[in-house]
């Protein structure tokens, strides 16, 4: 069965502390992405990467960095969390071409004490 | 831009009620739509999809039509079940190569026995 793997269903941090995300898929798609959701927000887009070591800035960059140094890894860094940051992270993958859905990890739901 | 609105919910049915919950949609191009369901917890999971226009998207009994005249993609069930309770997501993707999905808000659905 295909899947992304996101590492941590649940995660408690504190402030000022640096995060680390991790997400892996199986499928060899090209494409990968962070969105954070939020009660009366919807799906927000953080950071996005087309291939292996690009990345491109979403909706809401600020504060978040990302790394692909792998095809099938996409790593979510908050560099010093803060109680704002505190959601849920989906992760996803699609192949390129917009007849493409993406494939959802489970997530992970952060907060930041 | 692309966006896409969706009926506030939540929507509150009756076990075997027949069920829409509304799509529209503004893109540039012809863009590919996407139906996705999220139960409580986990991440998003693609129900169905259409490709270009007049195509029906169709699975677990759930569909949907991509009507270009109307931009729309309503999503129907002619008997939903408890089980069908969940946030349901309308989205779109335009382009080639390089494009992300566009997502609406989200409309919660809640089956009642």
């Known amino acids: 069965d295909v899947k992304v793997t996101q590492s941590s269903r649940y995660l408690v941090k504190r402030t000022g502390e640096k995060v680390f995300l991790e997400c892996v898929q199986d499928?060899?798609?090209?494409?990968m992405f962070w969105y954070r959701q939020d009660p009366g927000l919807g799906l927000r887009l953080i950071y996005f990467s087309y291939d292996v070591k690009m990345k491109e800035k979403g909706d809401i960059p600020e504060g978040y960095s990302v790394s692909r140094e792998k095809k099938e890894r996409f790593s979510l860094i908050l560099e010093s969390a803060s109680t704002n940051q505190t959601s849920m992270y989906l992760c996803a993958s699609s192949f390129s071409g917009k007849d493409y859905g993406y494939t959802f990890g489970s997530g992970t739901r952060l907060t930041v004490v | 831009g692309n966006s896409v609105t969706q009926m506030e919910g939540p929507v509150t049915l009756s076990e075997e009620a027949f069920l829409t919950i509304n799509c529209t949609y503004t893109a540039t191009g012809y863009p590919s739509l996407f139906w996705y369901v999220q139960y409580p917890g986990e991440g998003l999971q693609l129900l169905l999809k259409a490709t270009k226009a007049d195509d029906k998207g169709s699975n677990k009994g759930f569909e949907a039509t991509y009507r270009k005249e109307t931009t729309s993609f309503h999503l129907e069930k002619g008997s939903v079940q408890v089980s069908d309770s969940a946030v349901y997501f309308c989205a779109l993707r335009t382009g080639s190569g390089y494009s992300t999905l566009t997502f609406g808000k989200g409309t919660m659905l809640l089956v009642s026995p």
């Open positions: 499928m060899d798609h090209e494409n």
